[in-house]
Structures are given as structure tokens and as C-alpha cells.
């Protein structure tokens, strides 16, 4: 069953607008929410990542908003640039001794310049 | 090299015949995992691999499906009788022990015609 669920499937945003990606889990069991990026033909890389007893982290222009009782967490790109045209996949990991991450299903990010 | 690498890049191979997909994970990093990235989708965990522990199988989509880990270093993830609906990306991806961060490989891109 899918326990993180990912909006939207695609993105299209102007070059120096805010991107933003919702993400949403089923499961409590979960203590580390990552963002991954992925450039085609690469592998995914981590962009940034938040734990579930804080509410906002910003890395440069990237921002995650974590909301624990809504069981939601979102990603925001401010000044998005082409180079920021990527698939970006959330990530909740479970909170168990494996570290196993379960995915979301991805969105498709352009930014048109 | 510093990253996860994964051999073949590319394996085109016909349907019924068994493939062996390789993965050598960062140098000293204990876990590994195997995931599975379907077009357009997200990933999908396959089989984790944590030191001399039993790997966890559970993501294993049929008896079709094996992996090993030899020496606690490199993993063969082995597909027997290769159907259609196997064709997708496989990624490795590799973590040092108590750290959260998980790091992929680019991934053997998987076509059975």
C-alpha cells in the first residue's frame, strides 16, 4: 500500500517563481522526512531533509514545512531556476533499525526560463 | 570512485533469461539497499542488507527476485526468467552506520524485449 503520497505529478514554474511540492504519509511510524533530487539519467541524490519535531528547515533556497498533526510536509523552491528542473521524490523513512525509505511517487519539476 | 557503482549501466536481454545486476557500495558503508524505479514512478524498496544481519526480503516482488552481499561489500541482484513487467531502473543505494544519509548509484536501466 502506498504510504507517502505525492503532489503533483507535474510542475511548471516560470524562472524566479516558488515551486511547490506537497507530500502526505499514512503511517506514524516514520522519523525522518528527506527530499530527494533527480536529474535524468542519474541517481537520486539528497536535497534536503527535516525531522518531525520541527516545523520549518531552510537549506539556501530550499525550505521543507513540516506539519506532524496533519501527517503533511511540503517542499517550496523560491527563485526557481531551469537548473532546478529535476524530479523530486519525498521520502519518509521508517522508524526501525533499517533506515528503509518509502517514496513517494515523484513530480516532474521545469522551470521555463 | 567515491560513489555507489552500479554495473551494467544499460542491459537490453530477452524475456525468459536470467540477468545479474552489480552494485559496489561506497567504500566502509555497512547497509545497502536495492530499490526499483518503474517509468514515471517512484522507487521502490526491493532488499536491505545491514552488515552479517539476514537481509531484509520483504520488498522481493516474486521468487524471481535474489540478491547477495558478499564480504559485507559488493551485491548481485539476480532475476530469473526475466518478464516484460521487470523492465525498469534498478538502484543501489548504500549508508555508513548510524548516519541518516542514504546514497544511490546511478542505476543499471533494465529492457527486456
Known amino acids: 500500500q502506498q504510504q507517502v503520497k505525492q503532489s503533483p505529478q507535474s510542475l511548471i514554474v516560470q524562472k524566479g517563481g516558488i515551486s511547490i511540492i506537497n507530500c502526505a504519509y499514512e503511517?506514524?511510524?516514520?522519523?525522518?522526512f528527506p527530499w530527494y533530487q533527480q536529474f535524468p539519467g542519474k541517481g537520486p541524490a539528497l536535497l534536503i531533509a527535516?525531522?518531525?519535531?520541527?516545523s520549518e528547515k531552510k537549506e539556501g533556497r530550499f525550505t521543507i514545512s513540516f506539519n506532524k498533526s496533519a501527517k503533511q510536509f511540503s517542499l517550496h523552491i523560491m527563485d526557481s531556476q531551469p537548473g532546478d528542473s529535476a524530479t523530486y521524490f519525498c521520502a519518509a523513512r521508517r522508524k526501525d533499525s533499517s533506515y528503509k525509505l518509502i517514496f513517494g511517487s515523484g513530480t516532474r519539476l521545469l522551470v521555463r526560463p | 570512485g567515491a560513489g555507489v557503482s552500479q554495473s551494467p549501466s544499460n542491459k537490453v536481454t530477452e524475456k525468459g533469461k536470467d540477468v545479474e545486476l552489480r552494485c559496489d557500495p561506497i567504500s566502509g558503508h555497512t547497509a545497502l539497499y536495492w530499490y526499483r524505479q518503474s517509468l514515471g514512478q517512484g522507487l521502490e524498496f526491493l532488499i536491505y542488507f545491514q552488515g552479517n544481519s539476514a537481509p531484509d526480503k520483504s520488498g522481493l516482488p516474486s521468487d524471481r527476485f535474489s540478491a547477495e552481499r558478499t564480504g559485507g561489500s559488493v551485491s548481485t541482484l539476480t532475476i530469473q526468467r526475466t518478464q516484460q513487467e521487470d523492465s525498469a531502473v534498478y538502484l543501489c543505494?548504500?549508508?555508513?552506520?548510524?548516519?541518516?544519509?542514504?546514497?544511490f548509484g546511478e542505476g543499471s536501466w533494465l529492457t527486456v524485449v
Open positions: 527535516i525531522r518531525p519535531d520541527v
Open positions: 543505494a548504500s549508508r555508513d552506520t548510524g548516519r541518516n544519509t542514504i546514497y
Open positions: 503511517n506514524t511510524a516514520f522519523d525522518y
